[in-house]
Structures are given as C-alpha cells and as structure tokens.
C-alpha cells in the first residue's frame, strides 16, 4: 500500500527554522497534489500548505503565509516544508499528505507526523 514517511521534527527557538520531509512509495508521486496539514491536541486538523503535481502552483494558509514553503522534488518522491520565522502557535504534529484533487481537500493518504516544538 501507499506510504508517506515524514522527518525533520523536532525542537526549536521561536524564530528559527526547520525543514520537513515526507518520502512517499508505491505511488506515482507526480500525479499527485501534496499538502501539509497540522494538529493539535483537541483540536481539528488544519490545512498549512499545498503544492501541484510539478510544483507550479502553490497554496498557504494565511496563518504561514511568507514564513513556510513547501516544494517538491518529484524524482525522489519527496515533499519538503521550509518552515522560517517559526512561533510558538506553530507548535503542532505535522503530516503530509497525497490526493488527485486540491489544493485544501481531498486527500486520501497520509503519513504518520512528525512533532515540531516551538519554544518562547
């Protein structure tokens, strides 16, 4: 089955900087929209960033808008999220995720987060 393997989590000073990874296998990576989302506990998942099958168009959630950027480097099969100018609010479980249709909705794969701590 398809799998999504996300890294690069971990702690970090507000603002500073982390790079996420997600490597995916079994799927024709470059017929897929990837996106990031996030979640806190308690609380709904949330869309963060998007990217289209080549990478020539993306999409942010105002809340990360010019501090994140997610690209793709489709012949390794991996999404990445730069995430600069980092802040406590950011503090969540972040997943990647693969689907046919975008840029917000309609994912159907998903991997299994990475934790990112941001500390004031």
């Known amino acids: 089955q398809v799998q999504l393997v996300e890294s690069g989590g971990g702690l970090v000073q507000a603002g500073g900087s982390l790079r996420l990874s997600c490597a995916a296998s079994?799927?024709?990576?470059?017929?897929?929209?990837m996106g990031w989302f996030r979640q806190t506990p308690g609380k709904e998942r949330e869309f963060v960033a998007a990217?289209?099958?080549?990478?020539?168009?993306?999409y942010y959630a105002d809340s990360v808008k010019g501090r994140f950027t997610i690209s793709r480097d489709n012949a390794k099969n991996t999404v990445y999220l730069q995430m600069n100018s980092l802040e406590p609010e950011d503090t969540a479980v972040y997943y990647c995720?693969?689907?046919?249709?975008?840029?917000?909705?309609?994912?159907?794969?998903w991997g299994q987060g990475t934790q990112v701590t941001v500390s004031s």
């Open positions: 079994r799927l024709t990576f470059s017929s897929y929209f």
């Open positions: 995720a693969a689907g046919l249709k975008g840029p917000t909705s309609g994912y159907y794969y």
């Open positions: 990217i289209s099958r080549y990478g020539g168009s993306t």
